[in-house]
């Protein structure tokens, strides 16, 4: 690409025969930022959330209670693992790492930085890159579902089954939208290559470039990784604890939390790659000229990362959980409709930039987004419709039973009851 910096690593780097033990260290560096990230993590919402609510949150178990993540692992490590007597005793097992090991592999394709010197060989600073590397992301993320789907089906319980039913629902319909979400970005960097997604952002994030995308994968982010305000798998006040109702606290659960958690990185680190220009130095860093050279893009990078995943746990402190025909709603009615057409307009101004005949592509551009106006007026008309019919009826119904006490209503005096004046006595 033109005007890429000689630092920034392509595909070409990735299939340079690299000594093992490389591979064996960037994987290494990779297991750790991961499993401190988990436990740091866990620490940083629990402060972040309590001083959102005017408490303290985590104090006694260390200096700011840094030790407590440390100390919940030792007591789920040493608490009595408990079967159900009606489990399916291998999926039970399975399952929690189901949800665990696809995190580790769809974080594999996130670059960290450029080519750096890593004890005397220049390598990219990510563990490996694909042509279709996003698609496997998305494909690691559909292969989790599985192991939600499993621990809800051999637990043998209603409400852990319900639980792994509505996952499973969850993740197809988020999964399209996010999906879709990627499109543009695919149109704009005409790869589907992290590193090279990264390098085609040199000049423009794609935050700018595609708002809208960015926008929408925000949403399908949190019904992808099932947080707050989409966290209907779980949904304690309905389902008990959904799909990880029957497994006790012990180290099943901390698999179990430990793969949601993963996710919610995976999340934040796609974000960060596709949107927010990955390791890239923000403006005016940028202008420094070795911001984007050596080990500093870690740091932008880091960064970048840690206020997403700030901007998750904000919205699980300022948010309600949704019904879940609500949640069912947005994905299918809203976010794919929406994105499909910003899908459409996009290629046609990427038409307009790439082709000589511009006229027919601006006139292509225009037919796209006047029907795109149309079809969303359309809709908004019609679903508004249904909601005063909806409120008309049930209006009719209230009425009708307060009106009729025998049918099982509540008798509730009219409205145009004559005031009579209290006559004070003599």
Known sequence: MA???????????FDKAYPLWVHIVKAVMLF?????????????????????????????????????SVADAIKMGLKEDLFPRTVDRVLYLLAPVIMVVPAFLAFSIVPFGPMVNLFGVQTPLQLVDL???VLFMLAMGAVSVYGVVLAGWSSRSPYALLGGLRSAAQVVSYEIAMGLSFVAVFLFAGTLST???????????????????????????????????FDLPEGEGELVGGFQTEYSSSLKFALIMMGEYLHTFTASGIAVTLF???????FPISLWEGANTGWWPVLWFFIKFVLTFSFIVWVRASLPRVRYDQLMSLGWKVLIPVNLAWILLVAGVRSVVINDSRMISLAVTGIIVVGALAIWMRFDTVNQRRKEARKAQVEAEFEELSNEPAKGGFPVPPLDLPHYHRVSRP
Do not use: H
Request: proline share 6%; hydrophobic share 55%.
């Open 195 to 229: 590193s090279e997604i990264v390098a085609a952002q040199e000049q423009t994030w794609y935050v700018f470039l595609l708002l809208p995308s960015f926008l929408i994968y925000v949403v399908c982010m949190f019904g992808e990784a099932a947080r707050i305000p």
């Open 276 to 282: 927010l220009g990955g390791w890239r130095a923000p």
């Open 131 to 133: 042509p279709v590397a």
């Open 32 to 68: 750790l930022f991961l499993m401190l990230g988990v436990v740091f993590g866990v620490w940083f919402e629990r402060k972040l959330i309590s001083r959102m609510q005017n408490r303290y949150g985590p104090n006694r178990a260390g200096k700011f209670g840094l030790l407590q």
């Open 3 to 13: 005007g890429v910096l000689a630092a920034d690593p392509t595909l070409a780097d």
